[in-house]
């Protein structure tokens, strides 16, 4: 990894206070203050509006930047018509030094195809791109998929995105070097006999339909765990698939441990998202079970859920 990459100013100054020194691109747009922090702890700031320029240039200082170039996404970035006045602003202003150049996919997936919308938008990338310096570099969760269809330029980076989870998006094709790193687990905090036609849960939306063995989870949509789980999924508790019942609340969620073997008791560790024995729940099945994507699986486990790096 050459650098890191973050959307906010703010998550690039929590990783300079941990530490951390390697180079990082912001790809927020620019505001006096964020545009001041970027000088002052030495942030990489990805401009897409002459309105950054301007910020950076009020700046008494030297400070190199990063070109973000429209080519398809339509939401940041200079379009065509921008880059002869973009040239001549840069000229006038020596400071202001450009390192770097890049697009966002909108198909990052299709890289390979000709013809493809991204093909297209790299095509268009790269006559953008001449007459700046700097390194290249794509944005869009199959950026690693898409180097395939950069025919082996060279300097030419990604933004790896979800991979750097070991996942895929939804519309990426199936690949076997990618591994899932991410595994998110609970524990059973308590156990209740429920008899046949007694709800569960706010609103009691599930009721027993004999008696059934109610396991508690200290998890809830407060954590990430998405509301629309309510009365589908699963978690895995002894190896075994538990369904998930009645409403996800904010701080806990409710599994039908009836059938799970091996008699659970309050302490068994909980997956949510990972491995146990030979069955898995992946942040793929989340997003399935919820009609999202995986990003917002992954990226909505909020700061509540202890980090642990192995």
């Known amino acids: 990894v050459s650098a890191l990459?973050?959307?906010?100013?703010?998550?690039?100054?929590?990783?300079r206070r941990a530490g951390l020194r390697c180079p990082i691109l912001s790809f927020s747009p620019l505001?006096?203050?964020?545009?001041?922090?970027?000088?002052?702890?030495?942030?990489?700031?990805?401009?897409?509006?002459?309105?950054?320029?301007?910020?950076?240039?009020?700046l008494d200082t030297v400070i190199q930047v990063h070109l973000k170039f429209n080519t398809g996404m339509q939401r940041l970035g200079f379009?065509?018509?921008?880059?002869?006045?973009?040239?001549?602003?840069?000229?006038?202003?020596?400071?202001?030094?450009?390192?770097?150049?890049?697009?966002?996919?909108?198909?990052?997936?299709?890289?390979?195809?000709?013809?493809?919308?991204?093909?297209?938008?790299?095509?268009?990338?790269?006559?953008?791109?001449?007459?700046f310096s700097g390194i290249k570099h794509y944005h869009k969760s199959a950026s690693l998929v898409c180097l395939k269809g950069t025919q082996g330029e060279d300097g030419v980076g990604a933004r790896p995105g979800l991979a750097i989870y070991g996942l895929l998006d939804r519309d990426d094709a199936p690949t076997s070097e990618l591994r899932a790193?991410?595994?998110?687990?609970?524990?059973?905090?308590?156990?209740?006999?429920?008899?046949?036609?007694?709800?569960?849960?706010?609103?009691?939306?599930w009721k027993a339909s004999k008696d059934?063995?109610?396991?508690?989870?200290?998890?809830?949509?407060?954590?990430?765990?998405?509301?629309?789980?309510?009365?589908?999924?699963?978690?895995?508790?002894?190896?075994?698939?538990?369904?998930?019942?009645g409403s996800v609340c904010m701080d806990y969620t409710l599994l039908d441990l009836t059938d799970i073997p091996a008699a659970p008791q309050i302490g068994d560790l909980v997956t949510i998202i990972g491995r146990q024995c030979t069955n898995q729940i992946g942040a793929m099945d989340h997003a399935l079970w919820c009609d999202t994507i995986p990003y917002e699986t992954v990226t909505g486990i909020t700061e509540?859920?202890?980090?642990?790096?192995?």
């Open 5 to 15: 990459g973050v959307a906010l100013i703010e998550e690039a100054l929590e990783l």
């Open 31 to 58: 505001n006096k203050d964020s545009a001041e922090a970027c000088a002052e702890f030495k942030i990489t700031p990805v401009a897409g509006r002459m309105r950054d320029l301007e910020c950076l240039s009020r």
């Open 79 to 131: 379009d065509t018509e921008d880059l002869p006045a973009l040239q001549k602003w840069l000229a006038q202003h020596p400071r202001i030094q450009v390192a770097g150049v890049c697009t966002h996919l909108t198909h990052g997936h299709e890289a390979g195809l000709k013809e493809s919308a991204t093909a297209l938008q790299i095509q268009k990338f790269n006559q953008m791109a001449r007459g």
């Open 181 to 205: 790193v991410l595994s998110w687990t609970s524990e059973l905090t308590s156990i209740h006999h429920v008899p046949a036609g007694q709800g569960v849960s706010y609103g009691s939306r």
């Open 212 to 245: 059934s063995l109610i396991g508690v989870v200290p998890c809830g949509y407060g954590d990430g765990l998405r509301r629309s789980l309510s009365g589908r999924g699963n978690m895995l508790v002894n190896g075994a698939f538990a369904p998930i019942v």
């Open 304 to 310: 509540r859920v202890t980090r642990e790096i192995k």
